[in-house]
């Protein structure tokens, strides 16, 4: 069988069940406080950087950048991805160096171009504070310890699950849901543009890695983790639920806009590391614009926040 044959097989088996997708996050008074945490630039040495500076949820939690900035102003060394439909996720970072949310929550908390900090300070910073104390104690935490801080952020993010889409109504049988050009695009997607051979499952994403000609000898992507030879040029397969709002894409960002991606899967340029597994597609314009009208159907409501402050009054009142 040929791979893009395969990939669609497996695209239709997998995909299908994104109509189990669910919708509604769990508030839980843990998740409420990393809500606070993730919101609160306290957690960054020179208090001006929360997570939610770089993961924006204006900004389809990213920053809008190609390279976002840290604490103290540096350029970052990769593009800030979104982080909604991740509890799933079995590998974070664009290289896929952790594997929880729990364990990456850490590393921009005490990245010295991020947020600068150590456990032992943000421990002591957020204990400090008479409202996280308060907080804790409703969830039976009275000595305040770094997994407890983290575990909440984790749990925040947990929650972040974007809502159902256009697409996911046709796969539950509305077969009326997309027009002539998305039902086109979705050929083009599950076939000839082989997008479903990595794109694929409830978030459009097999939580791989590949090469598809991206990188460069300044970063190497998931052969920073592995040090095997078939990894130079590999990063983790990006979700497309909800792309829209988090332009620009790619781990270093460099393509504006999603006709910009597909006129790459088009002509895809030589790899400047390792070998790409992409085949040069030669799309039509009708059929970019085709794919275009399918990959909109991807995009679902952005999580509502709107009920967390007044749960944090709750949680926090004496
Ligand atoms: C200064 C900007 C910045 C701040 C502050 C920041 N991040 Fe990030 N975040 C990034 C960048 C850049 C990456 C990608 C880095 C990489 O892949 O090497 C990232 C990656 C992630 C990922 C992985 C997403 C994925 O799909 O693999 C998660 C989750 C995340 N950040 C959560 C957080 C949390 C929680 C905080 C606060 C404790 C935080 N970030 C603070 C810029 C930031
Ligand atoms: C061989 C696997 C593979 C195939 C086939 C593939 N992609 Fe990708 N895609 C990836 C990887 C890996 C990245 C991340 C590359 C990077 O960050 O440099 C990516 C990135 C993207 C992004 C950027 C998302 C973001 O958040 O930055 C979009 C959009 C995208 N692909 C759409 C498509 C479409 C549409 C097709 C079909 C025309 C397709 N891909 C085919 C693996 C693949």
Redesign the pocket.
């Known amino acids: 069988m040929s791979r893009w044959v395969t990939g669609v097989v497996i695209g239709w088996l997998i995909v299908g069940f994104a109509s189990a997708w669910a919708t509604a996050g769990n508030m839980s008074p843990q998740a409420v406080i990393g809500w606070k945490l ?1 919101f609160d630039p306290l ?1 960054s040495r020179p208090k001006n ?1 929360s ?1 939610a ?3 924006d949820p204006a900004k389809g939690y990213g ?1 809008g950048m190609p390279l ?3 604490a103290y102003g540096q350029t ?1 060394p ?4 979104s ?1 909604v439909n ?1 509890q799933e ?1 079995p590998h ?4 896929g160096r952790v594997q929880s ?1 729990e364990a ?2 850490i590393e ?2 005490t990245n010295p171009i ?2 600068d900090m150590t456990p032992p300070e943000i421990v002591s910073r957020v204990a400090s504070q008479p409202h996280y104390q308060r907080a804790f104690a409703a969830i039976e935490v009275d000595d305040i310890r770094i997994e407890d801080i983290v575990g909440a ?1 984790a749990a925040f ?1 947990r929650t972040l699950v974007t809502g159902p889409t256009v697409f996911d109504r046709w796969l539950q049988g509305e077969k009326d849901a997309l027009n002539a050009a998305q039902k086109r695009g979705r050929m083009i997607f599950f076939t000839r543009g082989q997008c479903a051979i990595c794109h694929i499952g409830n978030s459009f994403t097999d939580h791989e890695f590949h090469n598809v000609g991206t990188g460069t000898a300044n970063d190497l992507g998931r052969f920073v983790v592995t040090q095997q030879a078939e990894d130079q040029g590999s990063f ?1 397969t990006p979700s497309l639920r909800n792309w829209k709002g988090r332009e620009p894409f790619m781990h270093d960002g460099r393509f504006a806009s999603m006709r910009e991606v597909l006129q790459f899967y088009s002509d895809p340029p030589a790899p400047e590391v390792g070998e790409s597994e992409l085949d040069p597609l030669e799309l039509e314009e009708d059929e970019i614009a085709d794919l275009l009208a399918f990959l909109e159907t991807l995009n679902g409501a952005w999580p509502d926040l709107s009920g967390y402050a007044a749960a944090w009054e709750k949680l926090v009142s004496p």
């Open positions: 993730f957690l950087t997570c500076t770089c993961h920053d976002g900035k840290g970052l990769r593009h800030t991805p982080v991740l996720a974070l970072f664009w290289d949310l990456q929550a921009p908390l991020e947020m952020i993010e983790k």
